[in-house]
């Protein structure tokens, strides 16, 4: 495979007065062509404002601190505002965890689907209408003609869902970036857009970086997964690798909180505390030690290096030589998964 995406040393920070916050921390990671890369975490630990940072789409406030995000053998850093633009939407695109809010309410949905190819220069109107017709029959949108001259309010959560992901994929982009796309779905929508989402990957072959809390959506999309917590990637690998093998101890605590048929009736499991907030202060050494019932001296004094456990498997954790020890099945419901 060849690397479309190296994420390389990547901080970001929080501009708070004259102070800045340090949000992301350091971190490193490479989405392959033809490729979908998984990252999972809590609320709060830095997958969003992650994602953001490589359309360069960080809001007012947020910035990044250093490293380097290197797309498709171009430097993206070096770019200026209007190199970036030409890029967005056309090489790169985003899917927002909020459809409704995302599109435009005064724009009939035909117009907001072939926006981005008038913008990158197609000015034949004739094959705009063909293209984003054929696009809407291929992501499930019946009665397109007719889909064309309606508004996002007279649409379901679904189908704004799919328009959305429409929108990203007109212009054929090498990388699609899904933030969240299907939190706020019911669960019978979110396997859907889960299936079109393999759909696009498999059939225009294009990368997919897709962001999540949910384990079990990772499980049934990704290839890998990074494992981030307060602002640090703590483990990754393949995703079959992590979810049955996991050393770190927040991994393991994520994945023991999955409901599983085989412990109904017993209470969920938890990880206890919460992730440290930027006013807080992120904890000296590992940032997950305040909660890990394992943490030794080490883990406060010091972040660990990262340790290769073979096959792509790595974890930033002391625990890494005992590896051998652990071996976590997932819930029955949860063995298929794009990661085989």
């Known amino acids: 495979m060849n690397t479309l995406l190296e994420v390389k040393n990547l901080s970001i920070g929080i501009r708070k007065g004259k102070e800045i916050l340090s949000a992301v921390d350091n971190i490193s990671f490479t989405v392959e062509a033809g490729e979908i890369v998984g990252i999972v975490g809590e609320s709060g630990c830095g997958k969003s404002l992650t994602a953001l940072s490589i359309p360069s789409l960080l809001s007012q406030g947020a910035e990044r601190t250093g490293g380097s995000i290197r797309f498709n053998d171009l430097e993206l850093s070096n770019l200026s505002p209007e190199e970036?633009?030409?890029?967005?939407?056309?090489?790169?695109?985003m899917v927002f965890q909020e459809p409704q809010s995302s599109l435009n309410p005064l724009l009939k949905?035909?117009?907001?689907?072939?926006?981005?190819?008038?913008?990158?220069?197609?000015?034949?109107?004739?094959?705009?209408?063909?293209?984003?017709?054929?696009?809407?029959?291929?992501?499930?949108?019946?009665?397109?003609?007719?889909?064309?001259?309606?508004?996002?309010?007279?649409?379901?959560?679904?189908?704004?869902?799919?328009?959305?992901?429409?929108?990203?994929?007109?212009?054929?982009?090498?990388?699609?970036?899904?933030?969240?796309?299907?939190?706020?779905?019911?669960?019978?929508?979110q396997v859907q857009?889960?299936?079109?989402?393999?759909?696009?990957?498999?059939?225009?072959?294009?990368?997919?970086?897709?962001?999540?809390?949910?384990?079990?959506?990772?499980?049934?999309?990704?290839?890998?997964?990074?494992?981030?917590?307060?602002g640090k990637i703590v483990e990754s690998g393949r995703v079959r690798e992590v979810f049955?093998?996991?050393?770190?101890?927040?991994?393991?605590?994520?994945?023991?909180?999955?409901?599983?048929?085989?412990?109904?009736?017993?209470?969920?499991?938890?990880?206890?505390?919460?992730?440290?907030s930027l006013e807080e202060g992120r904890p000296a050494g590992c940032p997950f030690n305040p909660r890990c019932s394992k943490a030794v001296k080490q883990c406060r004094n010091s972040f660990p290096a990262e340790a290769d456990l073979g096959g792509g498997h790595r974890v930033h954790c002391v625990l890494a030589e005992q590896a051998a020890e652990y071996s976590v099945k997932l819930p029955a419901e949860k063995e298929g998964t794009h990661g085989d």
């Open 84 to 93: 970036m633009q030409h890029i967005r939407g056309n090489d790169l695109s």
């Open 109 to 189: 949905i035909g117009a907001q689907i072939a926006e981005p190819l008038t913008i990158h220069g197609e000015k034949d109107k004739a094959f705009i209408h063909s293209r984003v017709i054929d696009l809407m029959e291929k992501l499930g949108l019946s009665d397109p003609e007719k889909l064309l001259s309606v508004y996002p309010h007279q649409l379901s959560g679904g189908m704004c869902q799919r328009v959305m992901i429409a929108l990203a994929v007109i212009c054929k982009p090498k990388l699609l970036i899904a933030d969240e796309p299907t939190t706020a779905l019911d669960v019978t929508i």
């Open 244 to 276: 049955t093998n996991p050393v770190h101890e927040y991994t393991r605590g994520l994945l023991g909180s999955i409901p599983d048929r085989t412990r109904k009736g017993k209470p969920l499991a938890s990880i206890p505390g919460k992730v440290p």
């Open 193 to 230: 857009i889960l299936e079109l989402l393999k759909k696009i990957n498999t059939e225009l072959g294009t990368s997919i970086l897709f962001i999540s809390h949910d384990l079990s959506v990772i499980s049934r999309l990704c290839d890998r997964v990074l494992v981030m917590y307060a």
